[in-house]
């Protein structure tokens, strides 16, 4: 059974910090996506990471993939309060986008 | 502007009623899909759809049911068969995995 673990599952962090999300998956694959929502709302993408050693950063988020780990990071720095909500991640493979439980990150002043 | 429509925002079912969900798109994507949220819970697949007359069971699958006779339209029918249908459900669509999904707005349903 293919598996999508995302640690924490709730991050409580103060303004002007720096952290990081992980997100491991069971299954080979090279193509993994991060995506936020925020309470009631529906999903926002964030980053395509599509290959082994991808990069991508969009103001205070940065993503990495390390497909021989399986392993991916959403790195945050200098925390805002405009950051807090849920982040998910998502692995696809045979068809399908499979996703992690969602880390609910929370940035407190 | 393209997008994802759903509709309705919320819905309310009674017991033993079928209600349908809908979700159009105007992004020329082959693939449809939809997700059931929980409360605190991430993501399960119910159907998706690679291509028009087409669609495959996701993970949970039981006591839901979809067509996909347009390419724009994947409508969603939860059936009295579903025995906890209160959640938030969403539609997705992709051009293709290089780009992930496009997600609609949602719909809230409630059993009353």
């Known amino acids: 059974e293919l598996k999508v673990e995302q640690n924490p599952l709730f991050l409580s962090m103060q303004e002007g910090k720096n952290y990081t999300i992980y997100c491991n998956y069971s299954?080979?694959?090279?193509?993994l996506y991060w995506y936020r929502q925020d309470p009631g709302k529906s999903l926002e993408s964030l980053f395509v990471l599509l290959s082994n050693g991808a990069v991508k950063q969009e103001g205070r988020l940065m993503a990495s993939l390390d497909t021989k780990a399986r392993l991916s990071t959403l790195h945050i720095t200098a925390a805002v309060h405009d950051l807090s909500a849920t982040y998910f991640c998502a692995v696809y493979t045979g068809n399908q986008f499979y996703f992690g439980t969602g880390t609910s990150l929370t940035v407190i002043p | 502007d393209g997008g994802i429509t759903q509709s309705p925002k919320y819905l309310f079912r009674k017991e033993g009623q079928n209600v349908t969900l809908s979700c159009e798109q105007n992004l020329n994507h082959d693939a449809m899909y939809w997700y059931r949220q929980d409360p605190g819970q991430g993501l399960r697949l119910i159907y998706y759809s690679q291509i028009v007359n087409d669609f495959q069971k996701g993970d949970i699958a039981e006591g839901y049911s979809v067509s996909r006779e347009k390419k724009e339209s994947f409508p969603l029918t939860v059936t009295s068969a579903q025995k906890n249908p209160t959640a938030f459900y969403l539609c997705?669509?992709?051009?293709?995995?290089?780009?992930?999904?496009?997600f609609g707005s949602g719909t809230r349903l409630t059993v009353v």
């Open positions: 299954t080979t694959s090279d193509r």
């Open positions: 997705a669509s992709s051009f293709g995995t290089d780009y992930g999904y496009t």
